[in-house]
């Protein structure tokens, strides 16, 4: 079934970064646009930032991310990346990786991973 294990989450100050991973299973990864989302009590998931399929070769980010998160992909390992800087206390959330390019593809989630800013 398909799987997703987020990892990278912790305690930052303001301005800090973070490095987010995602390994994956039980779909073919390397065809698959990916995406992270991420969630605060009391509101949905909200997209942050997706990359195409195959090579990776487009992105997309958030507004409120732009010029600050990164996403990448490496097909061999089946995994998906989320590069944090200058983080503010805004960006405090759960973070989940999900298949898709804008739109979760499945229902099923992983666990997510914490990242809270101090400020």
């Keep these: 079934q398909v799987q997703f294990v987020e990892s990278g989450g912790g305690l930052v100050q303001t301005g800090g ?3 987010l991973s995602c390994v994956t299973s039980g779909f073919t990864f390397r065809l698959r646009a990916m995406s992270w989302f991420r969630q ?3 509101k949905g998931r909200e997209l942050v930032a997706g990359i195409t399929g195959a090579g990776g070769k487009s ?3 958030a507004d409120f991310v732009k010029g ?4 990448s992909r490496d097909n061999a390992k089946n995994e998906v990346y989320l590069e944090m800087n200058n983080l503010e206390p805004e960006d405090s959330a759960v973070y989940y990786c ?6 979760p593809s499945y229902d099923t989630w992983g ?3 914490q990242v809270t800013v101090s400020a």
């Design 40 to 42: 605060t009590p009391g």
């Design 59 to 61: 992105t997309n980010y």
């Design 111 to 113: 666990p997510g991973t």
């Design 68 to 71: 600050r998160f990164t996403i």
């Design 17 to 19: 970064s973070l490095r």
């Design 98 to 103: 999900m298949d898709g390019w804008t739109a």
